[in-house]
């Protein structure tokens, strides 16, 4: 086993309330979808908010009930690439463009943790601060320029401890 896993986040802003019949079409596959990824080869953890169902009810800006949080851990990119194209996954993201706005700036980002580290929305948002601050790098980027883990041990030199969200 790997001493590192992969951290996933995306956002979007969706177009209209979950309860509304505009997004009637995106909240019927939430549990059948997040169902996939609990099944996926590689697949780890993922957030999940009070519900314990999914993370629709966490609010990474305060002031923005429509804004949602997707947070999920994986064995490698391979097998996030893997689920997110190649699975029924794909049927949801094909459709995206229904339920969610189109962001003008990075709205996902990928980040290497120490197995067992599970992210939390503030250690999520920062990724996304950062991608959209300095671009990709090697602590947070994109299926375009993915970034091998980093050598060595979670525990060893140069390595964030888990309550560190971004190294110094």
Not at 30 to 55: C, H, K, T, Y
Not at 109 to 117: C, D, I, N, T, Y
Request: proline share 9%.
């Amino acid at each position: 086993m790997s001493d590192f896993h992969l951290a996933q986040v995306n956002v979007g802003r969706i177009l209209a309330p979950l309860d509304s019949p505009q997004l009637a079409g995106f909240v019927a596959q939430l549990a059948e979808i997040n169902a996939v990824a609990d099944q996926a080869p590689g697949f780890v953890w993922r957030m999940v908010d009070d519900s314990g169902a999914d993370a629709t009810n966490l609010r990474p800006q305060d002031d923005d009930d429509l804004f949602l949080i997707n947070c999920s851990v994986w064995e490698s990119v391979e097998v996030l690439r893997d689920y997110t194209y190649r699975s029924d996954h794909l049927k949801v993201l094909a459709r995206r463009r229904e339920w969610f706005e189109r962001l003008a700036d990075f709205h996902a980002a990928l980040w290497w943790v120490p197995a067992g580290h599970r992210p939390s929305v503030d250690e999520a948002m920062a990724r996304i601060a950062l991608i959209r601050e300095i671009g990709e790098g090697p602590e947070a980027f994109t299926f375009r320029s993915p970034h091998p883990p980093p050598a060595g041990s979670p525990a060893g030199p140069g390595h964030a401890r888990q309550d560190d969200p971004l190294p110094h």
